[in-house]
């Protein structure tokens, strides 16, 4: 999540927990998309009051991945549209409303933004990250003991450490594992489009 969306939550901190219920729609929406896990969710279920719960999710929202802040958006449109709408307007008024299409000056084919990544194509990934692949990992939504357990499984192959954890994302992400998302942290690590060189025909 980047500083234009961690500002705008922690200004609309207050109203936020006042005028929403994170109780079941929502919660459910973020965990279907992976954004919050099942420890997440029941964690949040544990707080006693409903503003309470609402404060916890945006606390943890920040945590979460690039995607975050517009996946939290898709979530208030069931039963909170109005407060989406604000969300957008200071959105809109921060400049920040949609960095998707930088992805663009990544020459990958919109035939493959929105498919699932193999396992061959993570290998080749893996065996160009360097030390930024915890960070990037942590983006895409894997907790710090999962990426702790991929270096502990690896001890002496970091590329496997990292082909490691990007299987445990896809794995645990489903269909939201797409090419699209993992640009999204690649970018965030300020990485740049010549790791993806030679990656597709």
């Known amino acids: 999540m980047n500083a234009s969306h961690k500002e705008i939550l922690l200004k609309l901190r207050?109203?936020?927990?006042?005028?929403?219920?994170?109780?079941?729609?929502?919660?459910?929406?973020?965990?279907?998309?992976?954004?919050?896990?099942?420890?997440?969710?029941?964690?949040?279920?544990?707080?006693?009051?409903?503003?309470?719960?609402?404060?916890?999710?945006?606390?943890v929202l920040p945590t979460r991945g690039s995607t975050a802040f517009e996946l939290f958006l898709q979530s208030l449109e069931f039963e909170y549209p109005w407060v989406k709408e604000e969300l957008e307007q200071e959105l809109d008024a921060?400049?920040?409303?949609?960095?998707?299409?930088?992805?663009?000056?990544?020459?990958?084919?919109?035939?493959?933004?929105?498919?699932?990544?193999?396992?061959?194509?993570?290998n080749q990934l893996a065996s160009r990250l360097g030390s930024e692949w915890q960070t990037i990992l942590l983006d895409l939504g894997l907790s710090p003991g999962a990426v702790y357990r991929c270096s502990a499984n690896h001890p002496f192959s970091v590329q496997s450490q990292i082909l490691a954890g990007l299987i445990l994302w896809k794995q645990s992400s489903g269909r939201?594992?797409?090419?699209?998302?993992?640009?999204?942290?690649?970018?965030?690590?300020?990485?740049?489009?010549?790791?993806?060189?030679?990656?597709?025909?």
């Open 94 to 122: 921060s400049g920040q409303r949609d960095t998707g299409g930088a992805i663009e000056t990544w020459s990958v084919p919109d035939s493959i933004l929105q498919t699932v990544p193999s396992d061959q194509h993570l």
């Open 14 to 59: 207050l109203k936020l927990s006042e005028n929403i219920s994170v109780d079941d729609t929502v919660l459910q929406y973020l965990y279907q998309e992976g954004v919050l896990t099942q420890s997440h969710v029941e964690e949040i279920q544990t707080l006693a009051s409903n503003k309470k719960r609402t404060l916890k999710l945006l606390d």
């Open 176 to 201: 939201v594992a797409t090419f699209y998302r993992l640009l999204q942290s690649l970018q965030a690590a300020a990485l740049h489009p010549s790791i993806l060189n030679g990656l597709f025909p």
